[in-house]
């Protein structure tokens, strides 16, 4: 199985079971309170990293490229309110712009 | 039979299946520049069905990551999942593949659409709204991957940097209250941190260590 099936399979079959195992494995239980809030925040977590390793990340080093100029481009206008389709399309035009410039 | 409820499931889930569907072209596109197929992508968003992580897979793809990170970048970001499922579990009713099947459209936005205020789920909202998501999601998909030919060098269309711009967008609503803005900020310095000296992919799953705030006393 290739790098990319197995991903595929294993997301999928894993994330199958975290939709379902409270509907079907723990019946009418409920997990405590403190393991619900910390799985909540670990969406806010991951997702900072990610946002951070595709900024910057290179191959163990920090790049700091026309990447930026994207990511600040989305911060205003995340900041005035855009939804998020147009914020990703702001900011891959205006990488790609610069790209072209320099 | 409640059927007008799946019916209002799908009318409220109208406006958001156009921001889902262009959102799995742009999935579609984006996996085609990390080097996954329109059949991976398609069945990954049939499967999965569930955006951030699908695009965290693909981001950390794109990093260099290896694939026990893209999966457990995927995964650590679906464990809400286990959270949310465990809040409709007393909704739902039937026999157990019927169940099982009815989570299976839990994402979001269709979950919060089966929200009926003060814990209370409504699984025909779920299923009339999660449907809609799903072929949405699922025929986004599989344009934007076949799509993707049109579009040429990923780099000089600035795909590259729709990557932080999309997680950046998709992490902007969650952090109206201080305990998550502060979380994120320790997942992002961790990440930044470990950068340097990790192979790529491991600070995005060393910075989901920053939740852990969420265990503390109070």
Not at chain 2, 13 to 19: Q, R
Not at chain 2, 187 to 203: D, E, R, Y
Request: aromatic share 6%.
């Amino acid at each position: 199985m290739s790098d990319v099936w197995l991903i595929v399979a294993v997301v999928g079959g894993v994330t199958m079971l975290f939709k379902s195992a409270g509907a079907l494995l723990l019946g009418g239980r409920e997990l405590p309170a403190p393991a619900m809030r910390a799985i909540r925040l670990l969406g806010p977590a991951v997702l900072a990293a990610l946002v951070v390793v595709n900024a910057v990340g290179g191959d163990r080093a920090l790049v700091f490229d026309e990447r930026l100029v994207g990511v600040g481009v989305a911060v205003i206008a995340l900041a005035l309110k855009a939804p998020a389709l147009p914020v990703v399309v702001l900011a891959a035009a205006s990488t790609a712009v610069v790209r072209l410039i320099a | 039979m409640e059927r007008p409820e799946v019916r209002t499931g799908t009318r409220l889930a109208l406006p958001f299946a156009l921001a889902v569907g262009a959102f799995g072209v742009s999935f579609g596109v984006l996996a085609r520049a990390a080097g996954i197929g329109p059949l991976a992508a398609t069945v990954m968003s049939g499967t999965t069905f569930a955006g951030s992580s699908q695009f965290a897979a693909v981001g950390t793809i794109e990093a260099g990551g290896a694939v026990a990170s893209a999966i457990a970048a995927a995964l650590l970001l679906n464990a809400r999942y286990l959270a949310m499922g465990f809040t409709v579990a007393p909704a739902l009713g039937g026999s157990r593949l019927r169940r099982f099947v009815t989570t299976q459209l839990m994402v979001d936005e269709s979950w919060a659409i089966a929200h009926l205020g003060e814990g209370r789920y409504d699984r025909h909202r779920l299923i009339g709204a999660g449907f809609l998501l799903y072929v949405a999601w699922v025929a986004g998909t599989l344009i934007g991957s076949l799509g993707a030919d049109l579009v040429g060098d990923p780099e000089a269309f600035g795909l590259d940097a729709a990557f932080p711009a999309l997680f950046l967008a998709l992490m902007w609503p969650q952090l109206k209250a201080r305990e998550p803005l502060v979380v994120a900020i320790g997942g992002g310095a961790i990440a930044l941190a470990l950068i340097p000296w990790t192979p790529p992919g491991v600070p995005i799953v060393a910075a989901a260590a920053a939740c852990l705030v969420g265990l503390r006393r109070r």
